[in-house]
């Protein structure tokens, strides 16, 4: 059985993270060309797999077109 290390606000962050992409009709696969990662890397964030840094979330929220506070309030 594996411990949730995530806080209700993180995991709310990785909901709107999740829920920016969706919005900006892009995929994945789109996000991570954009960004120069591998697709695995945008899931892996999204699932929690892989924490997010602030920098990352300030790219995410250039290419999604959202103020970074979109995802920490």
Sequence with gaps: MSKNIYTKEYKRLLEKLKQARKDSGLTQLEISQKIDKPQSFISKCELGERRIDPIELSKFAK???????????
């Excluded at 290419?63 to 309030?73: A, G, L, R």
């Design 63 to 73: 290419i999604y077109k959202k103020d970074i506070n979109f995802f920490i309030k």
